[in-house]
């Protein structure tokens, strides 16, 4: 039998695995970290899209009395299901603004914002398809998904007013910019 002798990271005195593990500007390369995000949250739009698709506690089997087969069974109590849609859905929705965030000017951008619309569209379908009609609750779904697109887009409009009122004021020469 072989013995592998395993030693562990030395960190040194005093040192924190927290800090040690957080983003250095010096350290990161930009590249570094645009593909971590990528990673990150390509997984959250997956476990997010598959919660969707397949709600805790699964879909009811049968049509009774109470019941329509299809319909997701975690809906029977609907305060804690429209909780749980509304923060799926926004960080499913986020996870996808970022996605296309970072991907931007890359080989294939078009494709990728067609394969990422698609599996929105895809997800908002099948949250319809499992969830119980009641149309004032999905406008709140809707709001959220959204949510994300809307703030940042407020954000990047905030950000060049400002940039034109301190350029105006002469503050702030025409090459440097306020960035959002």
């Given at each position: 039998?072989?013995?592998?002798?395993?030693?562990?990271?030395?960190?040194?005195?005093?040192?924190?695995?927290?800090?040690y593990?957080?983003?250095?500007?010096?350290?990161?390369?930009?590249?570094?970290?645009?593909?971590?995000?990528?990673?990150?949250?390509?997984?959250?739009?997956?476990?997010?899209?598959?919660?969707?698709?397949?709600?805790?506690?699964?879909?009811?089997?049968?049509?009774?009395?109470?019941?329509?087969?299809?319909?997701?069974?975690?809906?029977?109590?609907?305060?804690?299901?429209?909780?749980?849609?509304?923060?799926?859905?926004?960080?499913?929705?986020?996870?996808?603004?970022?996605?296309?965030?970072?991907?931007?000017?890359?080989?294939?951008?078009?494709?990728i914002?067609?394969?990422?619309?698609?599996?929105?569209?895809?997800?908002?379908?099948?949250?319809?398809?499992?969830?119980?009609?009641?149309?004032?609750?999905?406008?709140?779904?809707?709001?959220?998904?959204?949510?994300?697109?809307?703030?940042?887009?407020?954000?990047?409009?905030?950000?060049?007013?400002?940039?034109?009122?301190?350029?105006?004021?002469?503050?702030?020469p025409?090459?440097?910019?306020?960035?959002?």
């Amino acid at each position: 039998m072989i013995k592998i002798k395993m030693s562990p990271i030395q960190l040194g005195r005093g040192k924190n695995w927290l800090r040690y593990f957080q983003y250095e500007e010096e350290r990161d390369t930009p590249s570094d970290t645009r593909n971590i995000l990528l990673i990150i949250f390509t997984l959250v739009a997956a476990v997010t899209f598959q919660a969707g698709v397949n709600p805790p506690g699964g879909v009811w089997q049968e049509t009774n009395g109470e019941h329509i087969a299809g319909r997701a069974i975690y809906a029977s109590d609907k305060q804690a299901y429209y909780v749980f849609l509304i923060f799926n859905t926004l960080a499913f929705s986020n996870s996808i603004l970022v996605i296309l965030s970072l991907t931007h000017k890359f080989p294939f951008h078009f494709e990728i914002c067609v394969a990422t619309i698609s599996m929105a569209v895809t997800y908002g379908s099948s949250i319809f398809a499992v969830s119980p009609d009641d149309s004032v609750r999905f406008r709140y779904i809707l709001i959220t998904a959204a949510g994300p697109f809307v703030f940042r887009f407020l954000v990047l409009i905030f950000n060049l007013l400002l940039r034109k009122h301190v350029q105006s004021q002469n503050l702030l020469p025409e090459s440097d910019s306020v960035r959002g």
